[in-house]
């Protein structure tokens, strides 16, 4: 019998011009792992809302056919008396937490049970081995780093054991180091515990080989169908998948494990070319008029060195992808670059007005709407938000904020410095973000971009730089960089090894 | 090292009794003293970074009464006719502000006590029953502090980065953003609350914090603390009076004696864990 069975379900949130959900049938079957993708503002998070009844009981909005829970009608039962059956966990990782510790917070679904004491510590103490967080029991949740925090959401959604984990873009606001270590979280319990999920998710390539069906959401429509059909058709997919589909293997693999043994059919690759070492003396290779220049620079955090000794000049017409660990220096550096952060010593020199989009763009936006954002900017730069005029900046997807974000500060500048800019966004969203920056490039401007997101700087960088400890340790073409090392590879490239980066640079 | 909610709020309540009855310089600087030796050990090596604010309400307090206060003898300058902080200035007004500041800095000190040693679920758990939802709102509320003005932080490196003024005269800006911040944050708990089954029934405690006989001595050394404030009060100090304060009489240092219980108790029990390990 299903845990989950949605009949018929329709949505409209209140005053919403058109419906968020139209006529949604499916079920879930104990054990099964679903993986929910779409486009932002597809209706994922609405979806996964009706699942524990917060959609209709907190939201309101017109409701139609019927969500059953575990037996139980979600018309007729609260979000409260569901909590039992599903665990949630939000996007956000700091504003689902209610208490300020973590042992407390593990408590709480389960005090709110009325669960008594023994059973509450024997619990407590298996999810804290399960998740992972036995290091963390003692902290206050307002120390914890975001990746931290989600596997504590993790672990607090499994200790009132609940029939089904829900799981809404739970990376989707973290580095991909966080992102990776949440996720292992996640495969963990699928694996061992067999637990049944859903989980809304853009790093498709990592969570593919696990799932049993992909349901797929456009404009409230869904489509439930197995990974290899619902890969094969289009949407989030990872590049292995992408690579299959040209070169027409059959079954399509998942994952890298799977493409193995097709890789003998594939041509061999091309060498690649070795990358320089630091000193960012890439420019004299043809590049344009170097537009900023950056010498001997040094910062420290409270006499913690973040950026060492570090020289770079960045030109114009050139996209650089900063990439290194989480404190390798990158944020620091591109805030000193923008004259944000003040040089104790060498120096900045840059030539034109440098424009600094940080991690969270959200708080660039407060208006009441997109126009009043844009007041001011010139007409060919709001022409792309023209449909939106009328909007409240925080109603956007996500990656529609990023791309006003990003206008808003930057659009004019001759300098461009993001960080972390494909955080949170889905494919469509990431491959625009992309071509703008290509278009800006090509009209003269610099851009440089701290990120962690491999197969995106493959296809929009023409230089990568590797930091560590505050230096560069390598700078150089993508195909230089990337290929030829172990964590900064694209798919493609941990698949067939030398120059390829990307699926469709392999000749098939 | 974890002390009973009811203990904190008793020692609180002496402290700020003892840092508003009296304002004698000696005794406020010796109950800055106290309280800081009570952070120490129950503040487990956080730093708090409130001190600032409790620094910059100190010093608000000496401006305005040296700037506008005309009484006292001890005449420090004399400004020429410019309207409201012209006339004499006085030293007797300086002190008069700065033990109104001292005051305030004392307050910010308790609280930040009181902040750090309380964990709001405990303080929650001994609520009667009625009072549940009241106070896990409150409690809610609480936690929101410290996340608003993290908010308002970044809302103010935004601000920067879009090349508007950061200075306090765009502080009225910067209300609308804020408070939109807030709501949001408000609505995404209220989800999360719900979900979690919030407001059921049925309820119990995980790990309720025990009553210890530690407990019961702050309580008491609380009680007769403010007990000796009231019963046997000194002469409030006056700097417009006499400048020179007198010397704290003994019931108001005996008080301050039983303010520095919970850091006796801590070093104690310090002492009988080194002599487990021993």
Redesign the interface.
């Known amino acids: 019998m299903p845990i989950i069975t949605l009949e018929g379900l329709g949505y409209r949130y209140p005053e919403a011009e058109g419906p968020t959900l139209v006529d949604v049938s499916a079920a879930i079957e104990p054990g099964q792992v679903i993986l929910l993708r779409g486009p932002s503002g597809s209706g994922k998070s609405t979806l996964l ?1 009706c699942l ?1 009844g ?1 959609v209709p ?2 939201t309101g909005g017109e409701f139609r056919g019927r969500v059953i829970v575990c037996g139980l009608d979600t018309r007729a039962h ?4 569901l ?2 059956h ?1 665990g ?1 966990v ?1 996007q ?1 990782p ?8 973590v ?2 917070e593990l ?11 023994p059973l ?2 024997k619990r ?1 103490e298996e999810v804290i081995d399960q998740v992972g967080i036995n290091h963390l029991r003692r902290r206050r949740i ?1 120390t914890l780093s975001g990746g931290e925090r989600q596997r504590v959401a993790i672990a ?2 499994l200790a ?1 054991h609940p029939q089904a984990l829900v799981l809404d873009e739970p990376t989707s606001q973290l580095d991909p180091q966080a992102a990776e270590d949440v996720l292992q979280v996640v495969m963990r319990l699928v694996a061992e515990l067999g637990m049944t999920t859903v989980i809304a998710e853009h790093r498709v390539e990592r969570i593919a080989p696990l799932v049993d069906r992909i349901w797929t959401l456009d404009a409230g429509v869904l489509k439930d169908q197995p990974p290899r059909t619902a890969l094969a058709e289009g949407g989030a997919r990872p590049p292995v998948v992408d690579l299959a589909l040209r070169a027409g293997w059959s079954p399509i693999p998942l994952g890298l494990r799977d493409a193995r043994v097709y890789t003998q059919r594939l041509p061999t690759p091309p060498p690649y070319p070795p990358p320089q070492a630091g000193e960012g003396n890439f420019h004299d290779a043809g590049w344009g008029q170097v537009i900023c220049r950056v010498e001997n620079l040094e910062y420290r955090y409270d006499g913690v060195p973040a950026v060492r000794g570090l020289s770079l000049s960045l030109g114009r017409g050139q996209v650089t992808a900063l990439m290194g660990r989480n404190g390798s220096g990158k944020t620091t550096l591109l805030k000193l670059i923008a004259g ?1 952060l003040r040089p104790q010593r060498g120096t900045v020199q840059a030539n034109a007005r440098a ?4 991690q ?1 763009a959200d ?2 936006l ?1 208006a009441s709407t997109v126009e009043e954002e844009l007041r001011g900017q010139p007409p060919e730069v709001m022409a792309p938000f023209h449909a939106w005029l009328r909007r409240y900046p ?1 109603d956007l997807s996500s990656g529609e904020r990023q791309q006003l974000a990003i206008a ?2 930057a659009a004019q500048a001759d300098l461009l410095l993001l960080d972390e800019p494909t955080r949170g966004l889905d494919p469509q969203v990431k491959q625009a973000l992309s071509a703008f920056l290509r278009m800006r490039a090509a009209a003269g401007a610099a851009i440089a971009i701290a990120t962690h997101d491999v197969e995106w700087a493959a296809r929009t960088a023409d230089r990568v730089l590797l930091m560590a400890e505050g230096e560069i340790y390598a700078d150089g073409l993508p195909a230089a960089v990337l290929s030829d090392s172990l964590v900064f590879a694209t798919q493609i490239s941990k698949l067939v090894g030398g120059g390829w980066l990307l699926p469709d640079e392999v000749p098939v | 090292m974890i002390r009973h909610p009811l203990a904190w709020c008793s020692w609180a309540t002496a402290a700020l009794a003892a840092a508003f009855i009296d304002r004698n310089p000696f005794l406020q600087a010796l109950l800055l003293l106290v309280i800081i030796n009570v952070f120490i050990p129950y503040g487990a090596g956080r730093q708090s970074r409130i001190w600032k604010v409790g620094l910059a309400l100190a010093v608000v307090p000496i401006i305005f009464s040296v700037a506008l206060s005309r009484f006292g003898t001890h005449v420090l300058i004399t400004l020429p006719g410019i309207p409201i902080i012209g006339g004499r200035w006085t030293v007797d007004a300086a002190v008069f502000g700065a033990s109104t500041g001292a005051a305030l800095l004392l307050t910010v000190a308790v609280f930040t006590v009181l902040q750090t040693t309380v ?3 405990d303080l929650v758990a001994i609520l009667p029953r009625p009072f549940y939802r009241a106070g ?1 709102t409150v ?2 509320a609480l ?1 929101f502090a ?2 608003t003005v993290a ?1 308002l932080q ?2 103010r ?2 601000r ?3 090349g508007q003024r950061a200075g306090w005269r765009s502080a009225p800006q910067l209300l ?2 804020l408070l ?1 911040t807030t709501l ?2 408000a609505l ?20 309720p914090v025990p009553w210890r006989l530690a407990d019961l001595l702050i309580v008491a050394g609380s009680g007769a603390a403010v007990a000796a404030i009231l019963l046997m009060p000194p002469q409030p100090y006056n700097p417009y009076l006499d400048l020179v304060p007198d010397v704290p009489t003994v019931p108001s240092l005996l008080a301050l004696l039983l303010l520095a219980m919970p850091a006796l108790i801590a070093g104690l029990s310090r002492m009988d864990h080194a002599d487990h390990h021993a």
């Open positions: 809302r524990n917060l009981h907190s609260a979000p409260r008396e909590g039992a599903i949630f939000f956000h700091d504003a689902q937490f209610v208490l300020e510790d042992e407390a408590a709480f679904g389960m005090e709110n049970l009325g669960l008594p004491l509450m510590r407590v307002d607090a959604a009132v944000l424009a600094y989009v940080p969270d708080t660039l407060f925080r808003v500060v | 964990r709001s679920a896990t409690a809610l936690a410290p996340k908010s970044s809302i490196e935004a920067q980065l879009r609308l953003p939109l949001e944050g995404q708990y209220g989800e999360s609350l719900d979900a979690r089954g919030f407001g059921s029934r049925r309820r119990s405690r995980y790990r």
